[in-house]
Each structure stands twice: as C-alpha cells, then as structure tokens.
C-alpha cells in the first residue's frame, strides 16, 4: 500500500515550531544521520514531529523509554494521523526468569516466562504493517533492538488466500499448521482457528476479527499446496467460494473479502530446507561444545547441554520450533558468526528516521544493530 501520511490536527504549527520544522525536514532531506530537537515538556515536540513525519513521507521509529510512555505517545500520533498504520512495539513478556545455575548447591533454574497475548498481537501488527505498507509510525521500547525472526523468512511464509482459488479444506488447515497457528473447536483468539463443515474460520495473528473461508470440494488437479504433501496425493480439490470477515462477539458479517493475508504465528519461522540445515550445525556446535567441557572436566555441564540440546533439536525436527528458539537464530537464519541478529530495525526499508522522543533526540540508526533492507525478497509496499 502506498497510502501517505496526513496529518489531522485543528492546530497550526506556531511561535518556534514552523523554524524547527522546516530545518529538521531540511535536515534529512540533506541526509543528516543525527539531529536534536530542543524543548520543555510541554512545548509541542510530538507536534513538531508529527509534521516532519507528514512532509517526509517516511516509515517512522519512534523510540520511548519505556512501556508506559511509548503507549502514551502510541495513541499521541494515532490521534494526529488516523488514516495511517500507528503501531505499539514493546516487550511482550509479562514474567521472565533467565535462566542460571548455583555451582555451590549445583541447582540448575530453567528459564520460565509468562507472555502477554495481546502485546504479543500488537508486535505481530507492527511487523506486518511494515511489510506491507509505508504509512507506518512503530511505537517502541528498547525491545525494538532484542533479537526478532528473519524478515524475509516471515514475509515468504505467509499465506495470500483468494476467492477462486483451487485449494481444499485439508490443504489450507495443513498450511495453517505449518504456520504454528493452532486448532480448536472453541471460541477463537490470535493465532488459531478451526473447521465447521466446508469451512475453515481463521483468526490472523495480528487481528481480532476472525475470517471464515468457505470452499465448495470439487475434483481436479491439485493445488501447489498439495503438491507439497510429503505423500505426494493431494486429496479432493476444493474452491474458494468466499471469504467473510466477521465480528467474532456479535458473529456479525462486516464484510466479504475477495483475498485475504495471513502471516506466521510466530516471528521465528523458517524452511525445511534451512531448517536441516542448522540442525546440522548446531549438532556441530554442540559436539565443539561438548569436548571443550571434557576437556576442562565440567562433566557435569557437558550432560546438561547435551540433555537440553538434544530436546531442543527433537522440538525443531518435530514442530519446527521449542523454547528459546532464539538460541539458534544464528543458525536458523544462515547468518555467520558474528553477525548481528535481524531485529524489528530489520523490518523497516534502508531509509526511515527513529526518535527517542523525552529528550527529542534523533538517531539515523541504533547503535550495534544491523540496518539492511530485507534481502532477496519482493518488496510487497511498490
């Protein structure tokens, strides 16, 4: 989509704000990777910005201190630009226990977290708006520079379904699968769905309306998602007869789609193929490992790894995920060691400007954190 910003205000920029806009659009438009905007609380900064976000036409990052106040700021510039993709990007975990090891009692602590589905729903809209759009504004904390799934991974595994499409009912919940999106026959959330007769009711990760897509069985040829079954025999064809986008509260229908965009459940996704892949090297990695502890006689330490190792491996065979996955982003992603790890700044096409907006500081990019557009994939926003 290639919607511009607009902003929508009753106010008129006023006493310093039309000098320090005009210079601060100045200022990028001749490239300057750092500038600093000076003011009290109170004198307008997000004001200002919001017109330097409307006359350069550029998705924004907007970098708070924390999550309090990037909600705050979340619904400021919603507020000046309602027609536009304003999203909230923080740390989804309600409750985190890293976790560590006592050698004076040998008391080992797994990790533990507990994350919060609706956080989790918001990341999942500003990924997604950003791959897809350019009148984006991400509202965000520091999360914004922790480890985050590939990009080009994320963007190839998501699933366009249009209205004629030849696909069957088995077809599409198996993709559904593969895109760790779970089934239930209850009311639906984020991330699930389920199938009533020749229909299969969806709710993307990133919404809270449900899509119900229904498909008349036919035979004939099989679909390209067929093809992919590892038995090679695709059942009866299907096609899609409609998709309805529904209130899934008042079952209301708020209206027909004739294609719909669904992407992973989770930010972590990656192919068969790259998956065999580091599976392989991280079985190497951990062999090195292993011999390093013998050798330094931490038995002990070696037995855990392996034991922890060996599970997690056995999780990405079987599910093609397992807790802590970010342990082998490195490897899942094909980076070399050393390389930075893809982050939400990784989402963002080359150019865009970020804000730290308390002291109204600017940064053309952060600190330790790769700034690459997303490579080998077709940019979807023109």
């Known amino acids: 989509m290639n919607n511009k910003f607009k902003l929508k205000t009753d106010y008129k920029p006023a006493g310093d704000q039309p000098v320090a806009i005009s210079e601060l659009v100045d200022g990028v438009k001749k490239g300057y ?4 905007l000076l003011g009290v609380t109170g004198s ?8 330097v976000i409307e006359q350069i036409q550029k998705p924004t990052l907007v970098i708070a201190h ?18 536009n ?12 226990q890293p976790e560590a090891y006592m050698p004076i009692t040998d008391t080992y602590i797994e990790k533990d977290a507990q994350i919060n589905k609706e956080i989790d729903r918001l990341r999942h809209a500003s990924t997604q708006a950003l791959l897809t759009r350019r009148d984006v504004i991400i509202v965000a904390s520091v999360s914004c520079i922790y480890g985050l799934g ?11 379904v249009k209205v004629g499409e030849k696909l069957s009912r088995t077809s599409l919940m198996e993709r559904l699968i593969k895109m760790y999106y779970e089934r239930t026959n209850a009311d639906l959330n984020p991330g699930q769905f389920r199938a009533l007769g020749n229909k299969v009711e969806v709710m993307p990760i990133s919404e809270t309306i ?34 309805l986008k529904i209130d899934p509260v008042s079952s209301k229908i708020l209206g027909e789609e004739q294609s719909i965009f669904i992407f992973p459940a989770k930010h ?110 077709e940019d979807p926003r023109g």
């Open 33 to 36: 990777r750092r500038q600093t």
């Open 44 to 51: 307008g900064k997000t004001f200002t910005v919001a017109n």
């Open 66 to 83: 924390n999550k309090t106040l990037a909600a705050q700021l979340a619904q400021e510039y919603k507020t000046f630009f309602p027609d």
């Open 85 to 96: 993709a304003v999203h909230y990007f923080v740390s989804y975990y309600d409750y985190y």
């Open 150 to 160: 590939s990009p080009a991974e994320y963007l190839e595994e998501n699933l366009n």
């Open 210 to 243: 449900l899509y119900s897509i229904e498909i008349d069985p036919q035979s004939g040829k099989r679909s390209v998602l067929e093809e992919e079954r590892s038995d090679g025999k695709g059942p009866t064809l299907g096609r899609i007869a409609n998709i």
């Open 268 to 377: 972590f996704v990656t192919s068969k193929d790259q998956q065999k892949r580091a599976i392989k090297l991280i079985k190497n990695e951990l062999e090195a490992q292993l011999k390093k502890f013998k050798k330094e006689g931490k038995l002990l330490e070696a037995e855990r790894i392996k034991r922890r190792t060996k599970y997690d491996l056995a999780m990405i065979k079987e599910v093609g995920y397992c807790s802590g996955i970010e342990n082998y982003s490195r490897h899942l992603s094909g980076r070399k060691e050393g390389d930075a790890p893809d982050t939400l700044l990784s989402y963002f096409p080359r150019e865009k400007k970020t804000e730290s907006p308390e002291r109204g500081r600017k940064f053309g990019k952060t600190p330790g954190v790769k700034d690459a557009p997303t490579p080998g994939v």
